[in-house]
């Protein structure tokens, strides 16, 4: 008996009866990721998007998983705000929102929009499983936890008529149940608008830092795909998007070493056969940089850029927060041994720990002058949901509620700016104005050079140089186009200061023997122009802030 609202076809085909599900019949699914309105170091400037043509930074991975999850019984329509706009006058049956707790007031906006069509609203993701109540005013469904099982069986009970308010995954998934990502709900051209793929090959980090919720999400213990689906889901990016750089989107991707290597040396199989090789991205934790074998299997599959957790020089607070990864050996020669295979490393830095005085804003940048990173993502010390330091800080009364400011008040969505927790050993006014001093310092362009060249300086002494197969990255069309027009912004719209940091990367990267020499330096001069626009939304006053008193 077919499904209610279901429409089935009988058709003769090659001798034999097919039952066929009447496209008009379908009921219809819309995916949503609300626009980021938050100003945040993931925001892509219009400057970048003139430059790239593309307007999003990472594709989407989870929704397109959602919709790989969806059986035939539905249509699937993918919308990221961040790139192509939502269509209100559009019905669907069902609306699913998806995203970080930062775009809380869209969702609700999109949310009451399509209910007010009909559509049933629900909503997932780590933010709904940590704070559901932010969530339902609005949604008519949640989901608790990871969503391989449950989106199934809620679109089962949907077809049923026996919808739960919630759903909830008590326990955490095999990743072998993963699909491979359907992207084919986006309109056609999409995924051409983001700058780079993802993969997620693991989830689970072995780690407790004390300021993250991760572990609390998606536990501590190590769970990878396959390494035959991981294979899959790069060569579909390959193809689809056309994507040269393709991010493993893990918390830790060398949490279990053993499974992390063997993924390098499948990589590095493909990458290898490749005409246009991939450079890929990820997320680890400094200490493995102690391990000779995987920075060598790095380098070689095209892993040449990393996001290191350094947070802060101050032993005190790195014990505070229970980042012990951090303190078996010395960070600085870590980073180096890094830069010395080729692997560029991308730093989060972060201020106001309990432990941290007015001193620490000058400690860390002296820090980092010396440690070659280029690239630092400094914050004020956040509480987010689901974190032991938030509830923490609900204990000790010092939790500043992030989501209520930002809903009353959406003009002041900005996390370089608005804080969850109230520092110990400096006031609130202190911590911002230390922040901006950091920040400013870091991305004065002196500054950059200097940690620039003693990058490329590691590289060219390292006893590593030349005796590693590192995949070099070679320019298709698309790539010639922008480099084309990034001269064209050097030349005729940078200022003398911008126009002369340009050309100073220029003759630092140029005179390397670095394999991906010319990557670097259209990277590193796109993430700098990235980031001042950022910091000059974020700080008006910026250029003239001076340290806190």
Partial sequence: MAKAGIRFISVYHHDRF??????????????????????????????IKMITRRSGGPVVLSLATIAALTPPEFEVKIVDEDVDPVDFSESFDIVGIGGFSY???????????????????VCGGSPVTFSPERW????????????????????????????????????????????????????????????FGIVQAS???????????????????????????????????YRLGNFRVIMLADDNFPGNRKKAKEILRALRDWNRKKRYPVSFVTQLSIEIAGDEEFLELSAEAGLNRVSVGVETPNQKSLEETNKKQNLIGDMLEYIKRFHEHGI???????????HDDLTIFKAQNDFFAKSGIPNIQALALQAPDGSPLKRRMIREGRYIDYEHTVRANPEHQNSLNTFTVAPKQMTLRQLEQGLCWLLKNLYEPGNYIHRLRTFFSNYEQSPKRGKLNIPSAKFDWDNLGLVTRLMRYVIAKTSPEERKLFWEIYRIAMGSSHPNRMYLLVNLYLSWLNTQDILHKSFKKIDSVAYPQ
């Fill in 18 to 47: 097919v039952l066929l599900i009447s496209q008009s019949m379908k009921k219809k699914i819309l995916l949503v990721i609300p626009r980021n309105y938050e100003i945040n170091f993931i925001n892509v400037s219009g400057i």
């Fill in 103 to 121: 775009i809380l007031n869209r969702a609700e906006e999109i949310a009451r929009g399509f209910a007010k069509r009909g559509a049933l609203i």
């Fill in 136 to 195: 339902e005013s609005f949604a008519d469904v949640v989901f608790i936890g990871e969503a391989e099982r449950t989106w199934p069986i809620f679109l089962e009970d949907y077809l049923k008529g026996t919808v739960r308010k919630e759903y909830r995954e008590t326990e955490k998934v095999d990743l072998a149940l993963s699909p491979l990502p359907d992207y084919s709900g986006y309109v056609p051209g999409t995924m051409q608008k983001y700058l």
């Fill in 203 to 237: 989830r689970g980090c072995p780690y407790k830092c004390e300021f993250c919720s991760v572990h609390e999400y998606v536990g501590n213990r190590m769970r990878y795909k396959p390494v035959q689906n991981i294979i899959r889901e790069v060569e579909q990016l």
């Fill in 344 to 354: 560029l490393v991308h730093a989060g830095c972060i201020v106001g720990f309990d």
